[in-house]
T-cell receptor, first 110, second 113 residues
């Protein structure tokens, strides 16, 4: 089983749609969780941290379920500019080793 | 907004040659990392560096690779005797404290021919 698994997609959605991504992780020693966004041939950029209590940043909501070992990202009112690959990132206890998911591709169409 | 700066942006080298990739972290950051991404594949952790020493490294980071912070500002990745399969985008990332997300540099595209 992969350490961090994501549905690769692609997700093709119209502007204004709500879309949700899930990510599962296998190591219960995982400590910190993030969503990053990566545009084609660019560096990953931090989108948001993920907490057990859930957190929201504008149209984006992230959630962590430690018992089931998954994290989620919800994007509301999708914009064309949301088209990118969304990377789930897990950092192990100790704060050093980091595992990236392979990413979920999102295409938002007009 | 503070940036992580990487040089060069693109390097072409012959198989068997040594390359040094450079990174200038954000000034108050204490944790430094190298990642690589082979074209079309996922981002892979190579090594983390904290308090002037390697804190964690992956299976990829073998004796061919080394890191150092020679002058307290630059953070370098050296790849000795490059192989064709070392061709990838190499990202430097830094952060200022545990539990926080990283800031990535724009990467160095290494092409080994």
């Amino acid at each position: 089983r992969k350490e961090v698994e994501q549905d690769p997609g692609p997700f093709n959605v119209p502007e204004g749609a709500t879309v949700a991504f899930n990510c599962t992780y296998s190591n219960s020693a995982s400590q910190s969780f993030f969503w990053y966004r990566q545009d084609c041939r660019k560096e990953p950029k931090l989108l948001m941290s993920v907490y057990s209590s859930g957190n929201e940043d504008g149209r984006f909501t992230a959630q962590l379920n430690r018992a089931s070992q998954y994290i989620s990202l919800l994007i509301r009112d999708s914009k064309l500019s949301d088209s990118a690959t969304y990377l789930c990132v897990v950092i192990y206890t100790g704060g050093f080793k980091t595992i990236f998911g392979a990413g979920t591709r999102l295409f938002v169409k007009a | 907004e503070p940036e992580v700066t990487q040089t060069p942006s693109h390097q072409v080298t012959q198989m068997g040659q040594e390359v040094i990739l450079r990174c200038v972290p954000i000034s108050n950051h204490l944790y430094f990392y190298w990642y690589r991404q082979i074209l079309g594949q996922k981002v892979e952790f190579l090594v983390s560096f904290y308090n002037n020493e390697i804190s964690e490294k992956s299976e990829i980071f073998d004796d061919q690779f080394s890191v150092e912070r020679p002058d307290g500002s630059n953070f370098t990745l050296k790849i000795r005797s490059t192989k064709l399969e070392d061709s990838a985008m190499y990202f430097c990332a830094t952060k200022d404290r545990e539990g926080y997300g990283y800031t990535f540099g724009s990467g160095t595209r290494l092409t080994v021919v």
